[in-house]
Nanobody, 124 residues
Framework: QVQLVESGGGLVQAGGSLRLSCAAS????????MAWFRQAPGKEREFVAA????????YYADSAKGRFTISRDKAKNTVYLQMNSLKPEDTAVYYC?????????????????WGQGTQVTVSS
């Protein structure tokens, strides 16, 4: 059984930074895609960024480009989301998701495993 556990969320002022972590366990992560999504109250779940396990290829939502960086540590089976220059509109619950195979996609239904989420709150 695959488990994804997020950590690193919290309260930060606008312009600040946070680094989210997603520790994955339950299988050998040598292929597939890991992604971060977020969901604000009253809104649909939104793609943020994704990375391939094998080649480290990345893809970002327009809202994340230039401010967020996704990375992975294959030895630790952990994916990170470094978030800089945070804005109040970044406030949401951030979820880690895993697709065991395939290419990067922004469609949440194509990710098989999900973490429980971590709250990020950016104050103005």
């Amino acid at each position: 059984q695959v488990q994804l556990v997020e950590s690193g969320g919290g309260l930060v002022q606008a312009g600040g930074s946070l680094r989210l972590s997603c520790a994955a366990s339950g299988r050998t992560f040598s292929s597939g895609v890991m992604a971060w999504f977020r969901q604000a109250p009253g809104k649909e779940r939104e793609f943020v960024a994704a990375i391939t396990w094998s080649g480290g290829n990345t893809y970002y939502a327009d809202s994340a480009k230039g401010r967020f960086t996704i990375s992975r540590d294959k030895a630790k089976n952990t994916v990170y989301l470094q978030m800089n220059s945070l804005k109040p509109e970044d406030t949401a619950v951030y979820y880690c998701a895993s697709a065991p195979r395939g290419l990067i996609t922004t469609t949440p239904e194509l990710y098989r495993y999900w973490g429980q989420g971590t709250q990020v709150t950016v104050s103005s």
